[in-house]
């Protein structure tokens, strides 16, 4: 899959709790380039909602979320 | 009148929980990209106070004793018990890895968070901009803060 191909950046949030996850990754996502992806791994299921709705006021693309036993790990692409 | 979509909160609150809530709310906004602004009003003055000893007049002076000031010394809303309960509620915070209420108000700082006084509140508290912690803004009144208001896309009253 492309996204594999692009990851730039992977993000341990592992433990962290709102809002401290969307924190990480809105610092994190000024440190690429446009079109960079962001990889993450949380354990706060808060992220299911925060992280979409992070991407949609933020003009940012959520490229995947998904659950591995207790983790979510998700993928968002810089856009702005 | 230019607009964006940014967050104003007026913070008339000067309690663990209700903090804990109006920080949390200002840094999601502010990671979220939006201009966050938060208008510290009567209680509030004491989110943002070094927790220096406070007043000029005697009732000024009786009410800084009462009322002490400092993000750490706020005590939640119920079950304070005397200092009691806010020890309580920041064990349970360190249990479940919540960050602590003076790394919230830094990381609000940091993420370009403006703080503002309410210039009346701290006259009639009697407290001094020395009182007041670094990094905050010039006090202002209720017209700006509605100005901010009107120029924000919500405004939440906590």
Not at chain 1, 55 to 65: A, I, P, Q, R
Not at chain 2, 48 to 73: E, Y
């Amino acid at each position: 899959m492309t996204e594999e191909l692009k990851t730039v950046t992977t993000l341990d949030l592992k433990g962290l709790v709102c809002p401290i996850p969307i924190v990480k990754v809105s610092q994190a996502i000024k440190q690429v380039q446009v079109g960079d992806l962001i990889e993450a791994f949380a354990t706060d299921p808060g992220v299911l909602g925060d992280i979409p709705a992070w991407c949609k006021t933020s003009g940012n693309e959520l490229v995947k979320m998904e659950r591995v036993d207790k983790v979510f790990r998700f993928v968002v692409r810089r856009r702005v | 009148m230019e607009s964006n979509n940014g967050t104003t909160l007026i913070v008339m609150s000067g309690e663990m929980d209700k903090l804990i809530a109006a920080f949390n709310i200002a840094i999601g906004a502010a990671a979220m990209g939006k201009e966050t602004n938060m208008f510290f009003t009567f209680w509030g003055i004491k989110a943002i106070q070094k927790g220096t000893l406070t007043g000029k007049g005697l009732f000024g002076r009786m009410m800084g004793l009462l009322n002490r000031g400092g993000i750490n010394v706020v005590g939640p809303s119920r079950f304070n018990f005397w200092g009691l309960g806010r020890w309580m509620f920041k064990q349970m915070m360190k249990n479940h890895h919540i960050t602590p209420m003076p790394e919230l108000l830094k990381m609000a700082k940091d993420l370009g968070v403006k703080l503002y006084p309410c210039q009346m509140s701290m006259e009639v508290m009697e407290i001094k901009r020395e009182d007041l912690i670094d990094g905050v803004q010039e006090s202002c009144g209720v017209a700006a803060m509605l100005e901010m208001s009107d120029r924000s896309k919500q405004t939440l009253f906590i």
